[in-house]
């Protein structure tokens, strides 16, 4: 199966910071990455696909980028209301679909 | 709007089964497949496996391979996922989410499942 790391585990950022998370897949699976947000008690909602197509309704401020290996999901410009757990997933593999261990991003 | 509406939380003992359902709505049910997503209490993401509505076939985790079995109901399109031969380490939130292509664009609430003695 790939595997697929993100860095950091956890961050603290500030309200108006730019935040970039990152997420490394254990080999090339082209731009067949997406980007999930989790907030406490909720299911995970897609903001990118495809490591940087924005999903529809999903602010302007959450970016994606990268391809082969190496994929970063930016926030421009953090909101009160960004504070939650980003993972990432590779849909490179449809028959063994792997997320990331996922990246606590906290208020500071 | 598109909508998963998921069933009720379930406690089971060791050696038990449960079936989870996954109701749709909001478009038409057989052109996406069904992907079931489950997440231990703070845990992370875990993929289970997937169904495609269109057709039936399905492709299983190797983790759930012999426990598991994903089916659908295009007549009340309501897609089911069930478990057997429950564990303590089953215990976890369960997702149904839409998918294309393995992306999941629309998820369901949840489902907590318990297996305790």
């Known amino acids: 199966d790939i595997q697929m790391t993100q860095s950091p585990s956890s961050l603290s950022a500030s309200v108006g910071d730019r935040v970039n998370i990152t997420c490394r897949a254990s080999q090339s699976i082209s731009t067949y990455l997406n980007w999930y947000q989790q907030k406490p008690g909720k299911a995970p909602k897609l903001l990118i696909y495809a490591a940087s197509s924005l999903q529809s309704g999903v602010p302007s401020r959450f970016s994606g980028s990268g391809s082969g290996t190496d994929f970063t999901l930016t926030i421009s410009s953090l909101q009160p209301e960004d504070f939650a757990i980003y993972y990432c997933?590779?849909?490179?593999?449809?028959?063994?679909?792997?997320f990331g261990q996922g990246t606590r991003l906290e208020i500071k | 709007q598109v909508q998963l509406v998921q069933s009720g939380a379930e406690v089971k003992k060791p050696g038990a089964s449960v079936k989870v359902s996954c109701k749709a709505s909001g478009y038409t049910f057989t052109i996406y497949s069904i992907t079931w997503v489950r997440q231990a209490p703070g845990q992370g993401l875990e993929w289970m496996g997937w169904?495609?509505?269109?057709?039936?076939?399905?492709r299983y985790a190797q983790n759930f391979q012999g426990r598991v079995t994903m089916t659908t109901d295009t007549s009340t399109s309501t897609a089911y996922m069930e478990l057997r031969s429950l564990r303590s380490d089953d215990t976890a939130v369960y997702y149904c989410a839409r998918a294309a292509a393995a992306i999941y664009d629309s998820w369901g609430q949840g489902t907590l499942v318990t297996v305790s003695s």
């Open positions: 169904i495609s509505v269109y057709n039936g076939n399905t």
């Open positions: 997933q590779q849909s490179y593999s449809t028959l063994a679909i792997t």
